[in-house]
């Protein structure tokens, strides 16, 4: 997932590069990969969190984007989980087309996109790459319970590592797609009626990502519904 960070994030960044060589490319779905990347030594993140990242060619070396690490710290690498984009020339299309060995430069980790407690995950197309390290590691210390996933997509082909997912959580893995109606899913919009329905507990936190609009929309109305402003947890 490709998250834009704020003027404040910027500002509270030291940049420290690592060149790093990509050990694995697996395909997740149509066109989403998994990154399996070297782990510099003493490298940790929170799950949820993010780097800067670039391909390490004389063209492509400047051209930072940001990336969430779909890994646990416990993993003997790094990983993302990359959505490319075919339609222009750019980072996640050139990604796309590199090979193992290949090497990319990632700097120091940021976000603000961490567990804080349970609560409903509300993830749109590859927004729900911060949510995978967290899941995961939730699911691995056996604290699961009492999270909810909301993840809407276009098409059931878009859906994200949707057998780890359900056997992470359970029937608290709900898929939405809205660009098909003979789906086997939930066809309906994660907006303010889905969110009345579907949420059983306003004053639980809550975790949103997805496209800028998407964000700024479901977080302005979790608020006119009854959640507190510092339990919506969202990149800012």
């Given at each position: 997932?490709?998250?834009?960070?704020?003027?404040?994030?910027?500002?509270?960044?030291?940049?420290?590069?690592?060149?790093?060589?990509?050990?694995?490319?697996?395909?997740?779905?149509?066109?989403?990969?998994?990154?399996n990347i070297e782990k510099p030594k003493g490298?940790?993140?929170?799950?949820?969190?993010?780097?800067?990242?670039?391909?390490?060619?004389?063209?492509?070396?400047?051209?930072?984007?940001?990336?969430?690490?779909?890994?646990?710290?416990?993993?003997?690498?790094?990983?993302?989980?990359?959505?490319?984009?075919?339609?222009?020339?750019?980072?996640?299309?050139?990604?796309?087309?590199?090979?193992?060995?290949?090497?990319?430069?990632?700097?120091?980790?940021?976000?603000?996109?961490?567990?804080?407690?349970?609560?409903?995950?509300?993830?749109?197309?590859?927004?729900?790459?911060?949510?995978?390290?967290?899941?995961?590691?939730?699911?691995?210390?056996?604290?699961?319970?009492?999270?909810?996933?909301?993840?809407?997509?276009?098409?059931?082909?878009?859906?994200?590592?949707?057998?780890?997912?359900?056997?992470?959580?359970?029937?608290?893995?709900?898929?939405?797609?809205?660009?098909?109606?003979?789906?086997?899913?939930?066809?309906?919009?994660?907006?303010?009626?889905?969110?009345?329905?579907?949420?059983?507990?306003?004053?639980?936190?809550?975790?949103?990502?997805?496209?800028?609009?998407?964000?700024?929309?479901?977080?302005?109305?979790?608020?006119?519904?009854?959640?507190?402003?510092?339990?919506?947890?969202?990149?800012?």
């Amino acid at each position: 997932m490709l998250i834009k960070p704020g003027a404040a994030a910027l500002q509270n960044r030291h940049i420290m590069d690592h060149i790093v060589k990509i050990l694995s490319i697996t395909n997740v779905t149509h066109n989403v990969r998994q990154y399996n990347i070297e782990k510099p030594k003493g490298f940790h993140f929170d799950p949820g969190q993010a780097t800067d990242v670039s391909i390490n060619e004389p063209e492509w070396k400047n051209e930072l984007r940001p990336f969430t690490f779909t890994c646990l710290n416990s993993d003997p690498y790094l990983q993302f989980t990359i959505k490319s984009y075919t339609d222009h020339d750019g980072v996640t299309n050139r990604l796309g087309h590199l090979k193992v060995g290949d090497e990319l430069i990632i700097r120091d980790v940021w976000g603000a996109i961490t567990y804080k407690g349970p609560g409903y995950f509300i993830a749109g197309g590859a927004g729900i790459t911060p949510f995978i390290a967290i899941l995961r590691q939730l699911h691995a210390d056996g604290k699961l319970a009492g999270n909810t996933l909301f993840f809407s997509n276009k098409t059931d082909k878009d859906i994200i590592l949707k057998e780890e997912l359900e056997a992470m959580l359970g029937e608290n893995a709900r898929f939405n797609i809205t660009a098909r109606a003979d789906t086997g899913y939930d066809h309906r919009k994660v907006n303010a009626g889905f969110l009345k329905a579907e949420v059983k507990d306003f004053s639980k936190r809550f975790y949103v990502c997805g496209p800028d609009e998407m964000v700024s929309e479901i977080s302005k109305t979790l608020e006119k519904l009854g959640a507190k402003a510092d339990e919506v947890v969202f990149e800012k």
